[in-house]
């Protein structure tokens, strides 16, 4: 299925761009600037109760270094996934940091389960497509991926 291959590749690029400007976003702007502290502070309130622990004890005296690799991180991870290059780890990494994300916003108390599988929604979709990305090994399409040890790059 030579198709498959370009539309893995497709989707790959188009997650490594909006990664890309998601990290951009956060560098330009006011996220590393005391923005991140105030969201994460909010996010505490609302976390799931191991989380906030982590939040209060670990995260928010150390916000502003925090919000420099979670930044930082993003855009490791789509210039990654735009490139082909090690998509795999690209991808294993963005599913954990996205997982970070799902821990602060998925907490439901006192809701019946239908409630957690809807909170965060965004977030657990964005984790499956990474670890689809990184099954169907789609950096060797149009990446770097493909060209590892000497090999010619895939061309589909």
């Given at each position: 299925?030579?198709?498959?291959?370009?539309?893995?590749?497709?989707?790959?690029i188009?997650?490594?761009?909006?990664?890309?400007?998601?990290?951009?976003?956060?560098?330009?702007?006011?996220?590393?600037?005391?923005?991140?502290a105030?969201?994460?502070?909010?996010?505490?309130?609302?976390?799931w109760?191991f989380?906030?622990?982590f939040?209060?004890?670990?995260?928010?005296?150390?916000?502003s270094?925090i919000?420099?690799?979670?930044a930082?991180?993003?855009?490791a991870?789509?210039?990654?996934?735009?490139?082909?290059?090690?998509?795999?780890?690209?991808?294993?990494?963005?599913?954990?940091?996205?997982?970070?994300?799902?821990?602060?916003?998925?907490?439901?108390p006192?809701?019946?389960?239908?409630?957690?599988?809807?909170?965060?929604?965004?977030?657990?979709?964005?984790?499956?497509l990474?670890?689809?990305?990184?099954?169907?090994d789609?950096?060797?399409?149009?990446?770097?991926?493909g060209?590892?040890?000497?090999?010619?790059?895939?061309?589909?």
């Open positions: 299925m030579r198709w498959a291959g370009r539309v893995a590749a497709l989707v790959r188009a997650a490594g761009a909006i990664l890309l400007a998601e990290g951009y976003g956060k560098v330009a702007g006011s996220f590393v600037r005391g923005g991140f105030k969201s994460a502070a909010s996010m505490a309130a609302k976390a109760p989380w906030q622990r939040l209060h004890g670990f995260v928010l005296p150390n916000a270094a919000a420099w690799l979670v930082l991180s993003e855009l991870v789509g210039l990654g996934l735009v490139l082909g290059l090690w998509t795999r780890a690209a991808c294993a990494g963005g599913a954990l940091l996205v997982l970070t994300f799902l821990f602060g916003q998925s907490y439901v006192g809701s019946s389960w239908d409630s957690w599988v809807t909170a965060g929604l965004t977030s657990k979709f964005a984790i499956l990474l670890v689809l990305l990184a099954a169907c789609a950096g060797r399409v149009w990446g770097f991926d060209r590892p040890r000497g090999r010619r790059a895939i061309r589909e």
